[in-house]
């Protein structure tokens, strides 16, 4: 069983800055690809960046030039770095990591970004 905890969302400014931690509970080596994905109230859940296992990246556009996508292998952990944040960034980010087979989801960690 894969566990995927999620952490760093929180309340800020328009402008400011937030980086979202997803620790898995196995190397993230063994997954094809790492996401991260938001949803706001009463919106779909949206891709916003992913990373495949090796290395390449992309991102949804309204996240082009704000956000990052990047890891630390040795903590099994995947971060997303969002700057420049906007009050329409406001939603629960959730970590996904894909295998061949499964999808495994963290439980989302809520970002608000104030006006």
């Known amino acids: 069983q894969v566990q995927l905890v999620e952490s760093g969302g929180g309340l800020v400014q328009a402008g400011g800055s937030l980086r979202l931690s997803c620790a898995a509970s196995?190397?993230?080596?063994?997954?094809?690809?790492m996401h991260w994905y938001r949803q706001a109230p009463g919106k779909q859940r949206e891709l916003v960046a992913a990373?495949?296992?090796?290395?390449?990246?992309n991102y949804a556009e309204s996240a082009k030039g704000r956000f990052t996508i990047s890891r630390d292998n040795a903590k099994n952990t995947v971060y997303l770095q969002m700057n420049s944040l906007k009050p329409e960034d406001t939603a629960v980010y959730y970590c996904r990591a894909d295998t061949a087979l499964y999808a495994y989801w963290g439980q989302g960690t809520q970002v608000t970004v104030s006006s």
């Open positions: 990373m495949s296992s090796g290395g390449s990246t």
């Open positions: 196995r190397s993230i080596f063994s997954f094809n690809a």
